[in-house]
């Protein structure tokens, strides 16, 4: 992404939906692969910090658990 070559300082909400919303396609599109690749970042950084927080050991140990009794009822068993 190009650097700006000014300081915007601190924008309202309000004020970034405009400036998007005046982007010319080309940068609109340069924006937006930008935007997707930090929204996923943000993502994976957080579901990481969960992990290693215990938060998903519960959702973990529940799919485990549907996997067996699935396979078990597959089996024949």
Excluded at 3 to 21: F, N, P, Q, T
Excluded at 25 to 30: L, S
């Amino acid at each position: 992404m190009r650097e700006v070559a000014y300081y915007i300082g601190i924008m309202s909400i309000e004020d970034l939906e405009k400036a998007v919303a005046a982007l010319p396609p080309d940068q609109y599109a340069e924006f937006r692969t930008w935007f997707e690749a930090f929204e996923a970042d943000r993502f994976d950084r957080k579901i990481e910090r969960d992990a290693q927080a215990g938060k998903l050991d519960r959702l973990a140990d529940q799919a485990i658990d549907d996997l067996r009794n699935h396979l078990g009822r597959t089996s024949g068993a």
